[in-house]
């Protein structure tokens, strides 16, 4: 054990500070005994629930580029780094936990937001610049469902041999979503993220079901026809697959037992990996270098036009779940620096209208969702999910490590930073350059 300054003491071993759950300081009574009640349990997500949560905001996204990836990629290396993003979510989830549990004994409170962390450990520049990254991801994220939903909906009507043009499917989800985006409360949302994972599953199935068999592909090395910035772009696509950190905290503080979060992380991330590694490895040994971004959801690889429609009926369901999420916590945040805590329904109504109306502005005007979704990997995912739990780390409980413990984080610290730094450039490179030759078409049908 090491003691600081303040008298405040802390473990001293990484495996004791990451991957043990932290245990609440004061004693609980146990229901039973003679002469005491029982006392009600406690009211909030379970473990469960929060996986729930996590895998309905995270896999929908997540594995649409999966199989891309692994074309860019190879074998060798696409499932390496899967693997890495994974065991990289885990200990970001960890590390969030322990630092949201500091921040309980310190403050007398649960964070509730991810800025909290921020603030605590940097103050009020920390506070700013946290939440600045926080909802310029949720930004994106919910302009990707968006895009996301919009496109599956343009694949029923094209299939079912009708037509509609992106613009209106835009404007069709947007229009669906209002009333959905009226629940204020994540527990409300618990059993949508629960159904929002079956409705992932399904249509996976299907797509796995009814994939063409092409001329496999043995490249275990990156393949010849891979250039640095499909690589990048690949690389920033694997790490997006496991980010959704933004909401962690919050997600924590609406749990009974918060300690039991890093359960429910470890559970949302065993299961998104096995479907990662499915979905990955069976889309690029049928399709090989054909694999790409939503070809599995199209009527070209699935030419069972009912199985079609109602893969991506579902995968609208899905997609509509994680919308509804990190919706919640884009509006609790505008609502809440607009109108304090308290504030009525009419106030909740104009601030989702607002948000969905800018959502479907920005929908239309990005050419692709890959383009996007490695461009939010590279950026504020890096940021999000490594970057800033490692800074408030070092920060918060950095006096508490051991000279090795120190080391490894600097390591995954330095790691993330040269992410960053090349994805950044590839992606906005490439989303610029996509954005440009898209602007003809923008808006229109």
Not at 126 to 153: D, P
Not at 155 to 171: E, F, Y
Not at 232 to 237: D, L
Request: charged content about 10%; proline content about 5%; glycine content about 10%.
């Amino acid at each position: 054990m090491a003691t600081t300054a303040n008298g405040d003491v802390y473990e001293d071993e990484l495996t004791a500070s990451l991957l043990q759950p932290s245990m609440p300081d004061h004693d609980v009574d146990k229901p039973g005994m003679v002469g005491e009640p029982a006392e009600a349990p406690p009211h909030g997500l379970g473990a469960l629930g929060a996986a729930g949560f996590i895998v309905s905001i995270i896999l929908g996204l997540g594995v649409l580029g999966i199989p891309w990836a692994f074309a860019q990629l190879g074998w060798g290396f696409g499932i390496s780094l899967l693997l890495v993003s994974a065991a990289g979510s885990v200990y970001s989830g960890f590390l969030i936990d322990k630092l949201a549990q500091y921040v309980t004994d310190h403050a007398q409170e649960p964070p509730r937001k991810y800025a909290d962390l921020g603030e605590h450990a940097f103050g009020t520049r920390g506070r700013v610049a946290v939440r600045a990254t926080q909802y310029a991801f949720l930004a994106g994220v919910i302009v990707a469902v968006q895009l996301t939903a919009a496109h599956s909906l343009h694949s029923v009507v094209t299939v079912l041999h009708g037509h509609i043009c992106p613009v209106t499917a835009n404007t069709v989800i947007a229009v669906i979503m209002l009333p959905v985006m009226q629940l204020q409360k994540l527990e409300e949302i618990t059993p949508v993220a629960i159904l929002g994972v079956v409705l992932i599953l399904l249509p996976l199935l299907l797509y796995l079901t009814q994939l063409p068999k092409h001329t496999a592909t043995s490249d275990t090395g990156v393949p010849e026809s891979s250039s640095l910035a499909d690589i990048a772009a690949a690389t920033t696509t694997l790490c997006f697959a496991y980010q959704g950190q933004t909401i962690f905290p919050e997600l924590r503080s609406e749990m009974a037992d918060p300690t039991t979060f890093p359960r429910a992380v470890v559970s949302a991330t065993v299961l998104m990996t096995t479907t990662y590694l499915i979905v990955g490895v069976v889309g690029y040994m049928r399709l090989g270098p054909d694999a790409a971004y939503l070809n599995y959801w199209d009527n070209e690889h699935n030419p069972t036009a009912g199985r079609t429609v109602a893969a991506n009926i579902m995968l609208i369901l899905h997609v509509m779940t994680g919308y509804t999420i990190n919706g919640n916590v884009m509006n609790q945040a505008i609502a809440e620096a607009l109108f304090g805590r308290t504030r009525s329904r009419l106030a909740w109504f104009g601030v989702t209208v607002c948000t969905l109306v800018a959502s479907w502005a920005l929908a239309n005007a990005i050419p692709t969702l890959g383009l996007l979704i490695a461009f939010i990997g590279a950026t504020c995912g890096v940021l999000l999910t490594f970057l800033i739990p490692i800074s408030c780390g070092f920060k918060l409980l950095g006096k508490g490590w051991t000279r090795r413990d120190a080391i490894g984080h600097g390591i995954v610290c330095v790691l993330a930073v040269i992410v960053l730094i090349v994805g950044t450039y590839t992606t906005t490179k490439n989303l610029i350059k996509g954005m440009a030759n898209h602007s003809k078409g923008s808006f229109n049908c």
